[in-house]
């Protein structure tokens, strides 16, 4: 199976408060790119994920495959879902190359 | 980055006292004249409950010893269970091959084991304990025997400051991966005993900047450093998620009985886990408050380092000025 799945290494939550916020922001036509929702902890180090990244994430649980992860972002952000699933092909790929994410 | 809170709904971790209770008298415990009820394991349950609630993904025992507590097990087989990431800090005395097993099979993630010496009779006079380093080293033994990783924690302290690579040395020998060189603090019987066991700021520059130097020259082992007062060094380049003390940003400490208080170093309480709402904590408490937004006061106080470390360890200014807002009294600038 190629289905994203997040590394056991990684600890994780997500930010909710600040979630809740970012979303504000976005409803307010603010730019929330840069803004982390979610954090993953690796090694002492911390690195985040913006509110795209933060809900990709969330569901890499190994079962979800890219379609279905670009189906439910497309879903949340009431986009086709065409528009999403290079961006989510993408992200995938990039934490997989980081060890983030492996293979389900 | 901006304010703590303002990312952060949660600390990362809680360092944990069950008990203040101890089998050893160390020269530089902050906790061995401490008192307080400790709490039932139903009640420690519902702690983990809480913790688990708010999300903190980190939870360290410490003390006290933990393993004189019999139910450790226990609690540590509940935590781990709900997903808690759990590890200990342990004198290694009652860590045999039986007690390791029984940590990995209930979930512990590691368990780190203070030894101050490579030399034994150095150790066991600094801990008041005869055999205390050939228990500790028996202890990380029996952790690589039975897979549990094992990390190692030395104060350092005027005994062992020009000694350090031998502790390294040691830590290699027995199949750790990470040391902690602990900075030396001012606490409990730290402070009654500080004159004979603490560095001059000089010699504490002269430490970091050696000590820096072999970990940069180290790749089969971990060193790390937890004083905020080394971030005024320019041979420093880690990026810490926060800058200054960690305490009351990334970690606060439970007392036995479910007081919080910002670190352990530092007995002031901000709250109970179990009375109160802890985002109100958390959020509200002025205490933290103060402390994550730290003035610059006497020599910081128009100091270049101030940004970096935020006037060093907020333990060490408090525990000789009472005053968080003091420069740590290790600051050699």
Redesign the interface.
């Known amino acids: 199976m190629n289905n994203p799945l997040r590394s056991p290494d990684i600890v994780w939550r997500v930010e909710k408060r600040r979630q809740a916020e970012v979303l504000k922001a976005l409803e307010a036509g603010e730019d929330v790119d840069d803004s982390g929702t979610v954090i993953l902890l690796q090694s002492g180090m911390m690195h985040q994920l913006n509110l795209v990244g933060g809900l990709i994430w969330q569901q890499c649980d190994g079962q979800q495959t890219l379609a279905a992860i670009a189906a439910e972002l497309a879903r949340e952000f009431s986009v086709e879902q065409e528009e999403v699933e290079s961006d989510v092909d993408e992200f995938v790929t990039d934490l997989k190359e980081r060890g983030w994410l492996i293979n389900g | 980055m901006a304010e703590v809170t303002?990312?952060?709904?949660a600390p990362?971790t809680f360092n944990w006292t069950l008990s203040y209770r101890c089998n050893f008298v160390c020269e530089h415990c902050y906790s061995r004249d401490e008192e307080c009820p400790e709490l039932a394991i139903q009640d420690i349950k519902r702690v983990v409950d809480i913790l688990v609630e708010q999300?903190v993904?980190?939870i360290n025992f410490g003390g006290g010893e933990p393993l004189i507590r019999k139910d450790l097990y226990e609690v540590a087989e509940y935590a781990s269970k709900r997903g808690l990431?759990v590890s200990m800090n342990t004198n290694g005395w009652l860590l045999d091959e039986v007690a390791a097993q029984r940590l990995k099979d209930v979930g512990f993630k590691s368990v780190g084991i203070s030894i101050d010496s490579s030399e034994a009779s150095v150790h066991d006079a600094f801990r008041n304990m005869p055999g205390s380093y050939e228990k500790a080293v028996r202890g990380l033994d029996a952790l690589r025997k039975v897979g549990l990783k094992s990390t190692m924690s030395s104060v350092i302290s005027r005994i062992n400051y020009q000694a350090f690579r031998e502790l390294l040395d040691l830590a290699r020998e027995h199949g750790v991966n990470q040391v902690y060189l602990h900075n030396f603090k001012c606490s409990g019987r730290g402070l009654k005993n500080r004159e004979e066991l603490d560095l001059t700021p000089a010699e504490w520059q002269a430490f970091y900047l050696e000590a820096l130097a072999v970990k940069h020259q180290t790749d089969d082992l971990t060193i790390?450093f937890d004083d905020p007062v080394i971030a005024s060094l320019p041979e420093y380049q880690e990026?810490t998620?926060v800058k200054g003390s960690s305490c009351g940003k990334l970690s606060l400490h439970l007392r036995p009985n479910g007081d919080i208080t910002p670190c352990g170093f530092i007995p002031v309480v901000v709250g109970n886990i179990l009375k109160e709402d802890f985002e109100k904590i958390w959020f509200d408490s002025p205490v933290l408050k103060a402390m994550r937004a730290k003035e610059a006061t006497g020599k910081c106080a128009g100091c270049s380092a101030f940004d970096d470390c935020q006037g060093g360890c907020t333990a060490r200014a408090f525990a000789t000025t009472g005053d968080f807002n003091q420069p740590d009294p290790h600051c050699w600038k």
Not at chain 2, 6 to 9: A, L, P, Q, T, Y
Request: a neutral charge.
């Open positions: 303002e990312m952060f709904s990362l999300q993904p980190f990431n790390s990026k998620m």
